[in-house]
């Protein structure tokens, strides 16, 4: 599967979930195949879209969160993974995409495969072994990303 | 400043990493919300706690020790201050032994970097282990 594949399938499922997409490529391409207001881009603040999504989960327990991370940005906040498996939020699902490399920025591998991401809670992993060129990056604002995201959970 | 100090300003989701400075402060949070305590395992990951609890409409608080404070200069610069989302935060002002001296100097002044407003309270030393 390719890493725009593996992205639409995960589009393809949502219907008014919270999504939060992680930094990189993911964003763009999510940006581009299906922007929506209940996505919220975190560019930037690599590893952290994860306990974004645990704070929601907390704070809205009524709403249902998908939270979109790439194996790099998982495994540099490995210990909110580990907070996510001691919470166990219910309305708190984590998909990661794992082409095994930083693909944002050149390609260079990761160490994916020193760890089984499916033992944490409400995790989904899917392998990629292709990736596409970038998608365009993302033309809003941040600051209207955040407005229009915080206006659709109340 | 106290538990109840900050309560009464309208703080309603208080999630942090702990300091000994703040040993009395957590255990009153504990015990005013029994079970819903966060062991946090790193300050970055609070402050996206508290990120995801502002967007819940909550008013979060995140409190750490000084000594975190690097721990917390991506998630300003890269989320806070760009996606202009407030957050508040407690930091104590460990300056004792030597390992934090250097961190106690450079505090005030790489908040002001990071662009956090800082007003310093002074604290109850009974509570300091």
Known sequence: ?154 | MTYAECKSQGFDFIVGVPCSSLKQFIEDLQRDEPGRYIPVQREDTAVALAVGAFFAGKKPLVFLQNSGLGHIVNIVSSLLIPYEIPIHFLVTMREMPFEHTHMYKITKPLLSLLGIESRTFLFDASSHV
């Open chain 1, 1 to 154: 599967m390719t890493r725009l594949q593996a992205v639409r399938s995960v589009l393809d499922t949502l219907t008014d979930e919270l999504l939060i997409v992680t930094t990189g490529f993911l964003s763009r391409d999510v940006f581009h195949l299906r922007d929506r207001k209940e996505n919220f881009y975190m560019c930037g603040s690599m590893g952290n879209a994860y306990p974004i999504g645990m704070g929601i989960a907390l704070g809205s327990p009524e709403r249902t969160i998908t939270v979109l991370s790439g194996d790099g940005a998982a495994l540099m906040s490995l210990g909110s993974l580990v907070l996510g498996n001691s919470l166990k939020l219910p309305n708190l699902w984590h998909i990661i995409i794992d082409n095994k490399k930083y693909a944002s920025t050149g390609g260079q591998p990761t160490c994916s495969d020193g760890i089984d991401f499916t033992q944490f809670h409400n995790t989904r992993v899917i392998h990629v072994d292709h990736d596409e060129p970038a998608s365009p990056r993302i033309t809003l604002d941040p600051v209207e990303i955040a407005r229009r995201f915080r206006f659709c959970i109340r």
